[in-house]
């Protein structure tokens, strides 16, 4: 979301410079003002008119997909999608300078003030990986749809341009000085060819691992019940539990008992069911519904049956 941020105010420095008019209009072609400030275009308006041309393809694809990812994890504490997007990560913070430098000169890079921490637990802990893939299968299905989606309509060779997601090979070497650390990394910046990678797979023993093409799920936009519960918590003044969640669908009808005879006839725009996973999934709408009902204790008091407790 910080880098999002930066990358608005660079944008509209870019535009500011060229004399191109970034600014939302009305009907009478006057500014639209907030708060006696002049409403800026969305940010891939801006991205749309600063950053043109397909040598820059990658470059807007990666912001892309960040502007989608910040939409669907705004105010959520995600630690565990590191791991995912740690390329596309990468490469957005290096299209930054490269960006800054390209537009405003070498006097405006961030040089060393700007340091990029790169995970290289793998040389000493085996276990670290592991840990990290772990936190990663935590991650909300929302999320690992989104980023799903997301890959799934990429090119090809968008998905292997390093301004879009940034893939490198690590490469241990031994240390010639006595004192000298005990590993140091080289970076092999692409394209490599055919000949080298086949010399990093055996002389090196490294494995070269391709980014898979993910499908997107069919149920992608469904919520568990336990992921119902968490997000109704996290914006509820008041105890909810999977015992609360029970009375509320069946309070509103959304779904039949569990022992029917047609376990599909829900609400669908609250909830449908699964017949290859023999489940029900909820909504998000299922969420804001829940959230809006259950906001006054009456309310809560008249769906669920006794006083709200507070959290």
Known sequence: MLMVIAWNSLLQAILERDKVDYYERGDDDRVIEIYGRGKVKETWALVALALSGTERQGMRANLDFFLGLRNVIAHRYLPSIDQAVAGESQAMLLNFESVLVEEFGEEAQLGEELSVPLQLTGFRNPNGLTALKRAQSALPVDVMNFLARHREQLTDDVLRDPQYCLQVFFVPVTA???????????????????????????LLQLNVVDKPRLVPVVSDDLLRPSEVVNLVVARLPYRFTQDTHTRCWKHYGVRPASDSSEPEATQPTYCRWDRLMKGYGYTRAWVDRLVADLSEPAAYQRVVGFVPDPR
């Open 176 to 202: 010639n000085r006595e004192r000298s650390a005990d590993a140091a990394v080289r970076f092999l910046k692409p394209p490599i060819p055919d000949d080298l990678r086949e010399q990093l797979e055996g």
